[in-house]
């Protein structure tokens, strides 16, 4: 068939347009600034690990910025904690958010039971002579990371509980580091840098070892009043939809306490705006085999791991009432 030369002219310049979007959007995906202070944003997948369910809105944050432009939710994790030591009670609260998810339409991973023990630190304090779990968790967090990481835009491991899988996944396969950024909402800043202490850094002391030592790492440790996220007085408001009701049926329980959000870990990547002051740190290498809480973190210009000192929660409760009207079926703004 004869081609034109308009044929052929249109044809040469969606050529040369297409070269020249795939050049900028290879400079926009690979090698651009971060949206914010962290190295990863709302562009990189994200992964879920967490215990409890009541305490926080860690969940429906992740959910709903998934489902309207924000990171996408790879899977999640669940596991037990200290406080909440029943996975199969864990895993049926989060099923149930799920249920109630999808059947508004939405679109959500299937989660993965993960039951391993607290890691124990070996004679001598050698990391690679730990004694792996071999977690469900674990195994999900280095498979998702082979499928789902670019060179330019790891997988970002969300934690609003303890460390064990994440070290876990690291002694199963070492390599997983280089397709993975922790990201988790632990410890308090200090003066000098912070504590891997509660909430979720006492939980496994010897795996915070491991995860600061091994992964690129970024400790939350800047909280708000997550109350404000759903208050009272906006539940009416909420869409009358399985999604909308099972956020209504939550609100009352919602956790009172001023270092319960898990959700600020989700929020530092899927909101640039959310995480406004950060600090470089480096975290100590070892802890005793008795210790109580995780290494200590200390600020220094080139430390290989970030800190998120403070927050702003007021954009967290925008982001939550934006995202949940984008939503199918979202009523409108009161």
Known sequence: ???????????????????VLGCSETRNLGSSSPHGLLPVDERNPILLTNDSFYDNWQGEYAIMLANTGGPKLAGIIVGTSPNVPVLDTNVGYWQGLIDAARA???????????????????????????VPNRSGGAQAIVDLSKELSLPYRPLVVVTGGRLTDVADA??????VVERTVVVSSLGAATDSGATMTDPNGEMDPWADVIVTS????????AFYDQRQDVPESLVPTLPDTPFGRSIADKQPKIWDLPKAADQVAVLAVAVPEFAVEVDRVAAATTVASEATVGPTLVT?????????????????????WNA?????????AP
């Not at 339409?105 to 990391?127: E, F, N, Q, Y």
């Not at 949940?324 to 409108?332: K, S």
């Open 1 to 19: 068939m004869k081609t034109s030369p308009s044929t052929w002219t249109r044809a040469v310049s969606t050529l040369v347009l297409g070269v």
């Open 104 to 130: 508004s339409g939405l679109d959500v991973p299937d989660l993965t039971r993960s039951d391993g023990a607290k890691l124990v630190r070996p004679d001598g304090g050698h990391i690679e002579a730990t």
């Open 170 to 175: 690291y002694l199963v396969d070492p390599t």
């Open 214 to 221: 091994k992964f690129r790492f970024v400790q939350v440790s």
């Open 300 to 320: 220094r210009a080139e430390g290989p791991s970030w800190l998120v000192r403070r927050c702003n929660g007021a954009q967290a409760a925008e982001s939550f």
């Open 324 to 332: 949940l009207r984008a939503l199918p079926d979202a009523p409108p």
